[in-house]
C-alpha cells in the first residue's frame, strides 16, 4: 500500500506562488510515475502534471510556463512550483502515484490539498 500526503496548498493572489509537496509512503519506488491532478468546484479532476521515473515531464497547456513538476526519489517526494497564479487555478490539487507497468493496479491518490487564488 502506498499513502500520499500533499501540503502547501492556501490562499493567494494573483500572480503569486505557492509549492506544493507530496510526500510518499509505504510500498512505492522511484520507477512509479508522479502527477498533480486537481479539480475545480463543478468539474472534473484534470491533469495538470505528470514526471516519469526517467523525468520525462508532462504539463497541462493551460499551465505551461508556469507551473513546475519536480521529484525528490531519495525523499519519495514530488514537488509542484506554481508561478503567475491566475483565478481559474482555484481547484483542489491531488497527488497521483501510479506504476508504469501495472497502473489499473497500483494507482494511488492523496487527500488533496486546496489552493485558493482570491483578490
Known amino acids: 500500500q502506498v499513502q500520499l500526503v500533499e501540503s502547501g496548498g492556501g490562499l493567494v493572489q494573483p500572480g503569486g506562488s505557492l509549492r506544493l509537496s507530496c510526500a510518499a509512503s509505504?510500498?512505492?519506488?522511484?520507477?512509479?510515475?508522479m502527477g498533480w491532478y486537481r479539480q475545480a468546484p463543478g468539474k472534473q479532476r484534470e491533469l495538470v502534471a505528470t514526471i516519469t521515473s526517467g523525468g520525462r515531464l508532462n504539463y497541462a497547456d493551460s499551465v505551461k510556463g508556469r507551473f513546475t513538476i519536480s521529484r525528490d526519489n531519495a525523499k519519495n517526494t514530488v514537488y509542484l512550483q506554481m508561478n503567475s497564479l491566475k483565478f481559474e487555478d482555484t481547484a483542489v490539487y491531488y497527488c497521483?502515484?501510479?506504476?508504469?507497468?501495472?497502473?489499473?493496479?497500483?494507482?494511488?491518490w492523496g487527500q488533496g490539498t486546496q489552493v485558493t487564488v482570491s483578490s
Open positions: 497521483n502515484a501510479r506504476h508504469p507497468l501495472v497502473p489499473e493496479t497500483y494507482d494511488y
Open positions: 509505504g510500498s512505492i519506488s522511484s520507477i512509479y510515475h
